[in-house]
């Protein structure tokens, strides 16, 4: 089923709340719904510049906090042809991390939400944003080695954590609490997707 125009759902939060899993089974739901439905996660790791992204966060390369946020930045201008095209098509785009992110990290990294947001400008708009709200404790526990330089750092979490409720609540964005078993966390998501849609 084709919709007269596209809609962006953009699932946020932190590292280890889900966000992988769910996107992809709410893929999976939409799609047996009959909707045309893609999927993309950010950072993208395949291209140039995603690799250069996995090498700071990995800490292999040294950047400034700012060129660090507008590499991500630069990241999903990377695909904004992609993302045009699926929205005139009439597809939901399913987002893992999009400029949401961008915000909230760069934020508690000590840069303007003002410059911050420049960034974005001109990539398309999530039509719903939904935040996966989990303590930075919780989602230690669920990814014990191989954390990147953000994930290593509980001081950071908790003021992103913090940053992203902030943001959730100047922009209207959906809370969802992520620290449920995956079957409860799913069931909810879909209850407040298919209440964007008559047609599911």
Not at 1 to 30: H, P, W, Y
Not at 60 to 69: E, F, G, I, L
Not at 70 to 91: C, F, P, Q, V, Y
Not at 122 to 137: K, S, V
């Amino acid at each position: 089923m084709k919709l007269n125009r596209g809609f962006i759902i953009a699932i946020e939060g932190l590292d280890q709340s889900g966000k992988r899993t769910q996107t992809k089974l709410i893929v999976e739901r939409l799609k047996k719904s009959g909707l045309l439905v893609e999927q993309i996660s950010f950072p993208d790791y395949s291209t140039n510049i995603g690799r250069e992204i996995d090498a700071f966060l990995s800490g292999r390369k040294n950047y400034n906090t700012n060129v660090r946020h507008m590499l991500l930045s630069i990241n999903r201008w990377e695909h904004k042809n992609d993302l045009d095209r699926w929205l005139d098509e009439g597809r939901i785009i399913v987002i893992n991390r999009y400029i949401g992110s961008n915000y909230a990290y760069g934020v508690c990294s000590g840069l303007s939400l003002d410059w911050l947001i420049n960034l974005e400008k001109g990539l398309p708009e999530p039509d719903l944003t939904i935040l996966f709200d989990i303590a930075h404790d919780v989602s230690a526990k669920r990814k014990i080695i191989g954390r990147d330089i953000h994930e290593r750092d509980a001081d950071f979490l908790s003021r992103v954590r913090k940053e992203y409720l902030g943001l959730a609540s100047l922009w209207s964005w959906v809370v969802l609490d992520a620290s449920k078993d995956i079957e409860n966390v799913h069931e909810e998501l879909w209850r407040i997707i298919r209440s964007r849609f008559e047609s599911i």
